[in-house]
């Protein structure tokens, strides 16, 4: 016997996901301290996706829904206060472990229809719905509520030995790729998404590991993106290689041999992100990287960090795009580096390269994009980091983040 449930936290009066990375931070650290302390061992739990936690009782066949309200009590409190205006919601979903693990990826409207009660019988388990104030169970309706055995005997209850596939699930590295949506602004449109190493709730960035790591981690995002397009959606699908791998013949290779397995019949649809490009590249570094990528991808995109880039040094239709990575938390600075690398467009416009912005995280930051005209748009604030690519939708600009 083992109990295993993925807990979903909702934030805000209005029962949704924040988009706010600050904020998914901050879920995770109250949710983890209390945890830590309440669900001491034998009892397992991890932070599996940003808001989502998976929780396994070796000792139990079917987890306490009112015991967990303790723990939206004290979100509550945290976030807003004795009397604040928002609102913490649970959603606990219990079963096997596949669908354990493909409930904490889903996010949009089907989240939203189970929070209001409405079942669309996707998931074959059971789901309660938890706030400071009321425990409701909505599959099945009226369902049980408390844990099984009841926790008084639960206490008393030797643990067995977590069956190996629970203890691999909780203590494995957790799903390290995900898809980041690309919006053409001018259109209102994704046009298709790019694969990445970093998930929502990892800080860690490219620049800040050694360049074997990074080259295993696009390896990584190769086989990722290999495995997406066994079932293609509409879209260029973006798939990142590092500005100093690349000029290095033998790690040329290590992508070669990858990249020869990606179907042929996608390449016109498949575009090479370059990151961590220095400020002003070589002329013959730049050679050598069109020359390995464009016989297997129809674009290619820099990655740049640095929003005075030296656009100026660079061939005309060299590359198809230029775009600007943003980073930090000081918001003015990003900001400020947006208008910066933005504010020459004609210089784009002469060197036949389009300009995007990535990393786009707060609401000041999306509305200067728009003021700006940046072409193309990535971020938390556009679209979170999702399981599979967005593919190619119409979605209005106001309507931004977007969330399939």
Known sequence: MTAIACLKVFVGEDLR?????????????????????????????????????????PRATRLDAHELQAMARDLQIKMFGDRGDGEIALLMFEGDQTDVMRFASMHGDALKALLAGVDDGAFAGRVCRITP??????????????????????????????PGDINDLLDAPKPNTGWWGIYYLNKERFVGSGVDWRMAWDDLSFGAIEDADVTARDLACLDAAREQMAHPRPGYMFLPFCFSSLIKPSVREQYRSRIEKLPRGLRPRMAASVHDVPREP????????????????????????????????????????????????????RLAAITRFLKDPEVYRAKRTWQGVAMVNSLKELD????????????????????????????????LPYRT
């Not at 990375?21 to 940003?50: C, D, F, I």
């Not at 169970?137 to 030995?161: N, V």
């Not at 690519?389 to 106001?398: I, K, M, Q, S, T």
């Open 17 to 57: 996901f924040a988009s706010s990375e600050a904020m998914a931070a901050l879920v995770a650290k109250v949710a983890s301290a209390y945890l830590e302390t309440a669900w001491a061992w034998p009892r397992r739990y991890g932070l599996v996706a940003p808001y989502s936690f998976v929780l396994a009782d």
């Open 133 to 162: 104030s009321t425990v409701t169970s909505i599959k099945p309706p009226g369902g049980p509520l408390e844990g099984a055995p009841p926790a008084e005997e639960l206490a008393a209850i030797e643990p067995e030995p977590p």
């Open 282 to 333: 070589s002329y013959g570094a730049i050679g050598q990287i069109r020359n390995f990528l464009s016989p297997y991808f129809s674009l290619i995109d820099l990655h740049v960090r640095d929003p005075g880039f030296r656009i100026e040094s660079l061939p005309a239709g060299v590359v198809n795009s230029i775009t600007l990575v943003l980073e930090g938390a000081d918001e003015r600075a």
């Open 368 to 399: 200067l994009c728009r003021r700006l005209k940046a072409p193309f748009l990535s971020g938390p604030m556009v679209a979170p980091l999702a399981a599979v690519p967005a593919g190619e939708v119409a979605c209005p600009a106001l309507n």
